[in-house]
Nanobody, 120 residues
Framework: QVQLVESGGGAVQAGGSLRLSCASSVSIYNWYCMAWFRQAPGKEREGVASMDRFGRETYKDSVKGRFTISRDSAKNTLYLQMNSLKPEDSSMYYC??????????????WGRGTQVTVSS
């Protein structure tokens, strides 16, 4: 069974940094696209950043310049470096992957999430 396992969440003060990791049980090149999503209580899930097989990156406007998505193919791991964190970034963060699309509505494989809490 293919798995995605997130780690790296935690509690930080505003302005701090965290790096999330998403370990894939299969080669990350098996995926056409990998991405980070987040969902806060009472809010809809939203796409934060994505990277396709060719290394092309996309970001939600509110995180541009603060978050960076990257990958390490040798470790089959996707990362999300989050800098200058704000309280509104507090959320459960999920890693997702899909074999054919970067459409945020079509991701088929999901991790269980890691909690990020930013205090003011």
């Amino acid at each position: 069974q293919v798995q995605l396992v997130e780690s790296g969440g935690g509690a930080v003060q505003a302005g701090g940094s965290l790096r999330l990791s998403c370990a894939s049980s299969v080669s990350i090149y098996n995926w056409y696209c990998m991405a980070w999503f987040r969902q806060a209580p009472g809010k809809e899930r939203e796409g934060v950043a994505s990277m396709d097989r060719f290394g092309r990156e996309t970001y939600k406007d509110s995180v541009k310049g603060r978050f960076t998505i990257s990958r390490d193919s040798a470790k089959n791991t996707l990362y999300l470096q989050m800098n200058s964190l704000k309280p509104e970034d507090s959320s459960m963060y999920y890693c997702a992957a899909d074999r054919s699309s970067c459409d945020y509505q079509r991701f088929t494989t999901w991790g269980r999430g890691t909690q990020v809490t930013v205090s003011s």
